[in-house]
């Protein structure tokens, strides 16, 4: 007698070309939605003054960097690099905070 709930579990699995996200990908696309937030705080409220440097253009450059970069001491740069990238973007968002929740 064969087992029909194995194969059933089996004959629904399909196989895809789908990459399974990376750290440093995740990171990126964090740092970019949070930025594009903070420029639409910065439209809703004309009145108030946001501050915050985009760094959108310079967190894509290291993120393609990293995924490209050959030796581990060259990557730990650029992940160094990009890590202040990103607790800039938080510190930034800290300092909206205030405006946008009055």
Known sequence: MIDFSLTDAVRTVTETHILAPADIRLL???VRVL???LWE???KLSGETICFVDRRRSAKRCH???R???GKYNR???YRKFMRLAVDTLDYLEAARPAVAA
């Open 68 to 70: 490209t970069e050959r």
């Open 64 to 66: 393609l960097r990293i």
């Open 35 to 37: 930025l594009g937030l």
């Open 41 to 43: 705080a910065r439209e």
């Open 76 to 78: 730990a740069r650029l």
């Open 28 to 30: 990126y696309d964090g």
